[in-house]
């Protein structure tokens, strides 16, 4: 059976974008995690300092790996894409030491957002924890760097279909019924491209269908998106980038100066009412 790629014209999502320079501010990240901001992006969030170390230590980290998701790059951590939670938590505690090794002497950025967001929440009686299972635990963030020719680097796609269909094993799959939130810490940027691009849609499951991304929502089709506006996030090191990652988003393809692109990504949501979870 054939899906029918452009049937209907996708549904136009009006969107909430924040932008703006200086210190990370918990209140607007609760914002986007009960879906009343649709994207934050935060200039100079922390120090090119720190952004330069932690690409250093990237590059030279011994548990460097490539990607063998159809895109091209190299990876630190652990990703619950397409893995049963097994293979997923027991993947995060070997990544572990890792991961930790990229913050190696520095003030982590990622786990002092983290930390802080898990003050506020407390005080409104929310837990913040991250993932987990009685194979392991979920770690801090996972350090992405890729290269991409043509138009997109990454092809568009929504982070809510992977969530959905994660499996019963993963405690995870209750907040893909509220707002996942993905976020992104970059310590390393290209001069030209590599930015977030965010279209202003949130497929429901019968718009995944028709494209054929109903577990993976990855990748949406351009005839698909078409006449959907979008908006263009452009990035430098230093940055923190916070969006609804049930709208499709895409990276767009990037210069060769030499310059990779470097992504500390996470995930987090609300299982429960009281209950929010952080994931890679």
């Known amino acids: 059976m054939e899906t029918n790629q452009v049937s209907q014209a996708p549904a136009t999502s009006p969107v909430a974008i924040r932008e703006r320079t200086g210190s990370i501010s918990t209140a607007e990240i609760i914002s986007v ?10 200039r100079q969030a922390f120090s090119t300092e720190i952004a330069e170390e932690i690409t ?19 990876y630190v951590g ?6 049963d ?29 983290f930390d802080g967001l898990k003050r506020e929440l407390r005080k409104q009686g929310i837990e913040l924890r991250l993932a987990r299972s009685k194979h392991g635990q979920a770690n801090v963030c996972r350090a992405l760097s890729w290269s991409g020719g043509g138009t997109f680097s990454l092809d568009p796609h929504d982070d809510v279909a992977q969530v959905l269909c994660a499996g019963n094993d993963y405690e995870l799959s209750a ?13 390393s940027m290209p001069e030209e491209g590599g930015n977030l691009r965010l279209w202003s849609h949130k497929p429901t499951v019968t718009d ?34 916070l969006i609804d990652g049930g709208f499709v988003h895409g990276v767009t393809g ?4 030499g310059k990779r692109r470097l992504v500390l990504n996470s995930f987090f949501g609300f299982a429960r009412p009281d209950l929010v979870l952080w994931w890679t």
């Open 33 to 42: 995690l009960k879906g009343e901001i649709t994207a934050l992006h935060i």
């Open 56 to 74: 250093a230590n990237f590059s030279g980290s011994p548990g460097l790996k490539e990607r063998k998701d159809g895109v091209p790059g190299q």
């Open 78 to 83: 652990a990703s619950h894409y397409r893995k």
């Open 85 to 113: 939670a097994a293979s997923y938590f027991a993947e995060a505690e070997t990544a572990r030491p890792y991961v930790d090794a990229l913050f190696e002497n520095l003030v982590d950025p990622v786990r002092a957002l």
């Open 175 to 187: 907040v893909a019924h509220n707002t996942v939130a993905a976020l992104n810490f970059y310590p």
């Open 208 to 241: 995944r269908r028709s494209q054929g991304v109903e577990t993976t929502g990855y990748p949406y089709s351009a005839a698909y998106l078409e006449g959907v506006p979008c908006r263009d996030f452009q990035l430098r090191a230093g940055d923190i980038g």
């Open 254 to 257: 990037q210069s060769g100066n």
